[in-house]
């Protein structure tokens, strides 16, 4: 049995030497003390390595790389780990200092599972508003057929899967390669959590500049699905909810396309996903979309 | 873990042959080997029980790579290779000592924060004359030193330091020791039983350089860490069994054979039953019983061994080994020191040698999860209605002939509210209250009992049970338990860990809603949940029974010659003390049946055995 558990915390970056001290530093600053560092940092033309480097604190990695994808990136840091556990980090959010304690009880609970999430927070640095992913069930495979709560903070896998699970690095797939690999792992590992907040994923202004090409929003769904459906395992857990979740999945672009602007997309892909599971109307999503279209 | 002494005088007052000879004193502390190091100003000895790397690197005083520092250490530090992950520290040995030192010279004196262990260390600067003295959080290991100003003398046990000045001085007996003694049953940090010498306080370290003041630094105050953020029981129970199994886990890091202490109760049962769990090997157990049934707990640790699959050992006692012990608690317990159950101690450390180099034991359970019968007194004497009439009910109280009333007549029989926690103890323990003590001592003099402790520190209000359990914390567990497990075992040279005590569970434990320990008048409730986890509940439905021998009944057979060596007015007289009319009459009380006055008895005549040997 494992108990001290040595955290590989992995932060892909590019192009943030504004951002990534205050992420490093919430994980230097962990109540939990037993943990790596690998900053990939993909191909930043900023002063980020320096401001990486500056940093006193030998459990810090930094490796550079060709730019290239977040899954590329991703990938990267987790073979380069040395720990039992990968969690991952973005260079813009941050840690609060149980983080990793809460993890450890966590993980040693439920012995060590390959698949873990730890409940966070988005928070809105410029309004002050925050929405708690806190709600979660253990081996609740509903959690992704709507979409993906899990974003890619307070996720926590086994090092010994990660020579035969990985980030998917096709380009076209950016943005949805973290829901498709979290399809996969749920199917063959179920997935444990704790809700506990332990961190804030955080939204600035310049995320909220958002454009959406409804075709790339499409083609990155086609191959989401048909990826993660090439999986046996994804095939018999989630095979039964395709309608609900090529349906959700649709009208998640209809939510970006509303986002950009583009009413006539949204629209359609809003019949387009009620079409396949009519239910999926009533959901706060849909919600969503007439507010950005009506409203704003 | 070993035994540590040394110097630094500024007027080169001691040799090397006197470093050689206060250290050898402590010779039981580690067999396996011994060094020194001396120049003139500074001496260091160390004698080595070597429990991790066995080989020559792990000799002590051990000096860092730069050849600038050295260092002498006894303790463990369970994380010393995440610590010198951390901070990148290349080992070429395998021990936590030499990360110790390297850590230090990267960090500073702070870096001890990073440390979870039990340990006493002392580094020191060759080329600067300058020393610093670490002790850990909780108070595990000890050391005690003699400051004036030009000479600093250390050692872990007091009769190294002793040894040391008294070719040069003679040592004053300090008053307030004797009336602490008699109220606790022991010397309280920082006193010792001699004026000059002193406990130096846990959780701080000291720099000390040419012949200015000591510099001490508070690094750890459990009062300052106790967290009222409030998890639900299930959650709280969850974080407590990682911390407990963490905790272990640590404190299996070894080189040699261990096993753990299995007395029966809650507390060790846990401690073995989480070992058992986490260790690929069978584990030891030990126990030692009585027997007289009624102080013997043996049966059901055979039970829980069973239970757990380890591989059990049981002593049976007889009087006669007992006996023998009580006369040596005086030469290994250094000062007064009335804790009888230093003796089963002594007895089941002997006994587990045989076997193993090193224990885990259960101790810190009563204080952290509120084991003692005492903070139900607490609550009870802050109830408005048994506060107002307390003079009555005491009166009546006593005025019943058992002997369990008259004991129970005394917790009432209290002024100062400020001194109740104090009290509560001393009556729990059957030793001489305040009151008491005016009438006991020659010069009636004990204005100077007072016990401080910094509740206005605590960030959470706190209830009478729990300001009693953190006063024992304070107190009782650090300056007697502690000091009875580590001299008792070091005495046959078994190194004794206490998982309960890391400083994790500790901060946590204390910042815990009471009703998840006391519920449904049930102690340790968070703790036997997760107990049941591993071993049936049946096996701990019965009362609980201290680790204690039968001295009433020893005192009025085998013993009753040392009451006649020990209370005589003579002896009374010539140490001068005690009021002797007061002590015969005590004495007398006893003899007629109040039983419940065995152990001031006892206190009466360890003092003296005490005197008779030392002063």
């Known amino acids: ?296 | 873990m070993c035994g540590i002494a040394g110097f630094i005088s500024i007027p080169k007052n001691y040799t090397e042959k006197q470093l050689v000879s206060m250290t050898d004193l402590l010779t039981h502390r580690g067999t396996d080997a011994s060094g020194y190091f001396f120049d003139g100003f500074c001496g260091l000895g160390h004698r080595r029980l070597s429990v991790l790397d066995l080989s020559d690197a792990g000799k002590q005083p051990m000096f860092s790579a730069c050849g600038k520092y050295a260092i002498v250490f006894n303790g463990e530090v369970y994380n010393y290779k995440e610590v010198a992950q951390e901070l990148n520290i290349v080992q070429k040995t395998g021990t936590d000592t030499e990360v110790l030192l390297e850590a230090f010279i990267l960090k500073g004196p702070d870096f001890v924060n990073l440390l979870n262990g039990m340990f006493a260390f002392v580094i020191y600067k060759l080329d600067e004359s300058k020393i610093w003295i670490f002790r850990d959080r909780v108070g595990i290991k000890p050391i005690y030193y003699f400051y004036d100003g030009l000479n600093f003398v250390f050692a872990s046990e007091l009769k190294a330091v002793k040894s040391l000045l008294e070719q040069n001085q003679t040592l004053k007996i300090n008053k307030h020791a004797i009336n602490s003694y008699l109220h606790l049953g022991y010397i309280e940090e920082p006193n010792s039983i001699y004026e000059n010498i002193s406990k130096f306080p846990s959780g701080h370290y000291a720099e000390l350089s040419n012949n200015q003041s000591l510099k001490f630094t508070n690094y750890w105050n459990l009062f300052t860490k106790i967290n009222d953020e409030i998890d639900s029981f299930e959650e709280a129970k969850d974080k407590l069994k990682y911390l407990l199994f963490s905790s272990v886990n640590y404190r299996l890091i070894s080189d040699v054979p261990f096993g753990t202490f299995l007395s029966g109760g809650v507390d060790s049962s846990l401690v073995t039953a989480i070992a058992a769990n986490i260790s690929e090997k069978k584990i030891n157990t030990f126990t030692i019983g009585f027997h007289d049934k009624s102080h013997s707990e043996a049966e059901y640790a055979a039970k829980i061994s069973k239970s757990l699959g380890t591989d059990h050992h049981e002593m049976i006692l007889s009087e006669k080994d007992s006996i023998q012990l009580l006369e040596d608690i005086v030469g290994v317990y250094d000062e007064p020191f009335a804790d009888t159950s230093a003796i089963p101690t002594m007895l089941i450390s002997k006994f587990a040698r045989q076997h193993v180099t090193m224990t885990l034991a259960g101790d810190g359970g009563d204080e952290l999860f509120m084991g003692y019968g005492a903070y139900q007194w607490a609550k009870r004497l802050q109830n408005p209605f048994l506060n107002a009439f307390k003079q009555p009910i005491g009166g009546f109280l006593s005025s019943l002939p058992q002997n369990k009333y008259k004991r129970a007549a005394m917790l009432f029989k209290y002024d100062n509210e400020a001194n109740v926690m104090d009290h509560i103890f001393s009556q729990e323990q059957y030793l001489f209250s305040e009151n008491e003590l005016h009438t006991i001592l020659k010069n009636k003099d004990t204005n100077l009992l007072t016990y401080g402790v910094p509740f206005s520190l605590v960030d959470k209000s706190l209830k009478p049970e729990e300001k009693q359990a953190l006063f024992d914390f304070k107190y009782y567990l650090k300056d007697d338990l502690l000091v009875k497990v580590d001299r008792a075992s070091m005495k046959y040279s078994l190194e004794t860990r206490v998982p309960l005590l890391d400083y994790r569970i500790v901060e946590y434990s204390f910042g815990l809603p009471i009703d998840y320990k006391l519920k449904n008048g049930e102690s340790k409730h968070i703790l036997k949940s997760i107990l049941y986890d591993y071993v049936p509940q049946e096996l701990f439905n019965r009362p609980k029974r201290g680790f204690s021998i039968p001295l009433v009944k020893w005192l009025k057979n085998d013993l009753g010659y040392l009451i006649e060596d020990y209370t005589n007015t003579q002896i009374i007289n010539k140490y001068d003390i005690l009021d002797s009319d007061a002590v015969q009459l005590l004495v007398k009380q006893f003899l007629a049946g109040h039983d419940y006055l065995y152990n001031r008895v006892w206190l009466v005549i360890h003092l003296h055995m005490w005197l008779s040997k030392n002063a």
Not at chain 1, 44 to 53: F, G, I, K
Not at chain 1, 67 to 74: C, F, G, L, T
Request: aromatic content about 14%; charged content about 25%; glycine content about 4%.
């Open chain 1, 1 to 296: 049995m494992k108990v001290d558990i040595l955290f590989s915390v992995v932060i892909p970056t590019y192009n943030r030497a504004d951002k990534i001290k205050r992420t490093i530093d919430s994980v230097l600053q962990q109540s939990y003390r037993i943990f790596e560092i690998i900053v990939i940092d993909d191909g930043s033309t900023d002063n980020t390595e320096e401001v990486v480097l500056a940093i006193n604190d030998k459990r810090i990695q930094y490796h550079k790389i060709v730019n290239s994808e977040r899954a590329v990136a991703r990938n990267t840091g987790m073979q380069l780990a040395k720990g039992q556990y990968i969690t991952l980090l973005d260079s813009d959010d941050i840690y609060y200092s149980n983080y990793l304690f809460e993890a450890a009880i966590s993980l040693f609970k439920y012995n060590n599972p390959p698949f873990f999430h730890l409940g966070y927070e988005v928070k809105d640095e410029l309004n002050g508003t925050s929405k708690k992913i806190n709600r979660l069930k253990n081996d609740d495979f509903f959690i992704l057929i709507k979409g993906n709560p899990l974003s890619c903070m307070g996720i926590f896998i086994a090092k010994k899967i990660t020579d035969t699970f990985k980030f998917n690095e096709n380009r076209m797939l950016s943005g949805s390669e973290d829901w498709e690999f979290w399809l996969r792992l749920t199917a063959n590992f179920g997935i444990k959590t704790n809700n506990k907040v332990c961190a804030a994923l955080l939204q600035h202004d310049d995320r909220s500049v958002l454009s959406y090409d409804h075709f790339k929003l499409y083609k990155r769904k086609e191959l989401a699905i048909s990826n993660a459906f090439k999986d046996d395992k994804v095939k018999e857990v989630y095979g039964k909810y395709m309608n609900q979740i090529d349906s959700y999945a649709d009208t998640y672009i209809a939510l970006h396309l509303a986002m950009s602007k583009n009413k006539k997309y949204a629209f359609k892909y809003l019949l387009s996903g009620m079409r396949k599971y009519p239910l999926s109307f009533f959901s706060r999503r849909t919600l969503s979309i007439f507010r950005e279209l009506i409203i704003r």
